[in-house]
């Protein structure tokens, strides 16, 4: 018994660490596809204009100019983003808490997707119902919050997107929830996708973008503020993302 139990403590364990050899090689993978992409398109953009043909053009200058400005913007988030799981990981990440208006904070960052909706003839819903929407909270890391989720959500949707945002006072504190009408998930996605490095996309296949750090970041940087975050979702029928923080963070 004792032989069988040590044997089975050894799959288990090599098990998981196989597992985690997998995933952080697919991270290197998407990692590398990642910071790829926006420094060669920053090179094109570059060439174009040291092209004097086209760089004569104020119009194609403004362009290709504009190219470059929002390629390094994504190429900065990236680096950034794993930058500050790192810190969190060290323990190192220090929250600056102020009363901030959780739903002026909600409202700004659905407001930088109303063009990418626009186009894909999608749009957000907010129904902001909580009466008391000032808690500490770290604007910059919330704010990196309700952008993952919301960017989540248009990423992970083979439908015209339709997301919508809900808050409520609960005795607790406040609950803001993000939904989308998406791929959904399945149950054993569901129970992995706040791990780090872990997608829903396998493999080397980019058919969806990121690193696998968005959901473990959103959940580490809620725990920091004493919250929780859970998920609801059913395959092909969309996904429910549910924020709650404590009212020992309200004003």
Not at 43 to 48: H, R, V
């Amino acid at each position: 018994l004792m032989v069988v139990a040590a044997f089975i403590l050894t799959f288990q364990i090599i098990f998981k660490q196989k597992k985690l050899s997998d995933m952080k090689e697919d991270f290197i993978n998407n990692m590398t596809h990642e910071l790829k992409t926006p420094i060669a398109t920053i090179s094109i953009a570059s060439e174009m204009l040291r092209d004097s043909s086209i760089s004569a053009s104020e119009e194609n200058r403004s362009k290709y100019a504009g190219i470059i400005f929002e390629e390094n913007k994504r190429l900065y988030n990236h680096v950034e983003q794993v930058l500050q799981l790192a810190r969190l990981e060290k323990g190192e990440l220090q929250l600056n808490l102020e009363d901030r208006d959780l739903h002026q904070i909600i409202t700004s960052t659905s407001n930088h997707f109303q063009l990418i909706l626009e186009e894909l003839n999608g749009k957000i819903e907010l129904n902001l119902n909580a009466i008391h929407s000032i808690f500490k909270v770290d604007e910059m890391h919330f704010t990196n919050i309700i952008n993952n989720l919301i960017d989540n959500a248009v990423k992970y949707n083979d439908k015209t997107p339709l997301i919508k945002i809900n808050t409520l006072n609960v005795p607790v504190g406040i609950q803001i929830e993000v939904s989308d009408n998406g791929v959904g998930l399945s149950k054993e996605d569901q129970h992995k996708i706040f791990d780090k490095f872990y997608r829903v996309s396998k493999g080397n296949v980019h058919d969806t973008k990121g690193f696998g750090l968005g959901l473990s970041y959103v959940k580490s940087i809620i725990e920091k503020h004493n919250g929780e975050i859970k998920v609801e979702s059913k395959l092909k029928e969309g996904s429910k993302f549910t924020i709650l923080l404590p009212i020992d963070n309200k004003n």
